[in-house]
Nanobody, 116 residues
Framework: QVQLVESGGGLVQAGGSLRLSCAASGRSISNYAMGWFRQAPGKEREFVAG????????HYTDSVKGRFTISRDNAKNTVYLQMNAVKLEDTAVYYC?????????WGQGTQVTVSS
């Protein structure tokens, strides 16, 4: 059973930065493409960023391109999301998970709140 624990969220002013972490336990993530997802109040969970198993390929939803960077450290079984130049619309609970049709159990997520 894989457990995913997200951390690093908080309150940040628009234009500021945050670095989110996602630590996995119970299984090595080194063979899996991983992703970050977010869910804003009243909205469905959406894809934010993805990274291949080796870290060599990344992709992003259009709204975060050029501002967010996904990375991973397979030795630490951890995935990161560097968030720069955050905007009010980035406010959401952020989750990580494997990128496949059937995700692992979702973690509790980490709340990111952007203030003006």
């Amino acid at each position: 059973q894989v457990q995913l624990v997200e951390s690093g969220g908080g309150l940040v002013q628009a234009g500021g930065s945050l670095r989110l972490s996602c630590a996995a336990s119970g299984r090595s993530i080194s063979n899996y493409a991983m992703g970050w997802f977010r869910q804003a109040p009243g909205k469905e969970r959406e894809f934010v960023a993805g990274i291949s198993w080796s870290g060599g390929i990344t992709h992003y939803t259009d709204s975060v391109k050029g501002r967010f960077t996904i990375s991973r450290d397979n030795a630490k079984n951890t995935v990161y999301l560097q968030m720069n130049a955050v905007k009010l619309e980035d406010t959401a609970v952020y989750y990580c998970n494997v990128q496949r049709r059937t995700p692992w159990d979702w973690g509790q997520g980490t709340q990111v709140t952007v203030s003006s």
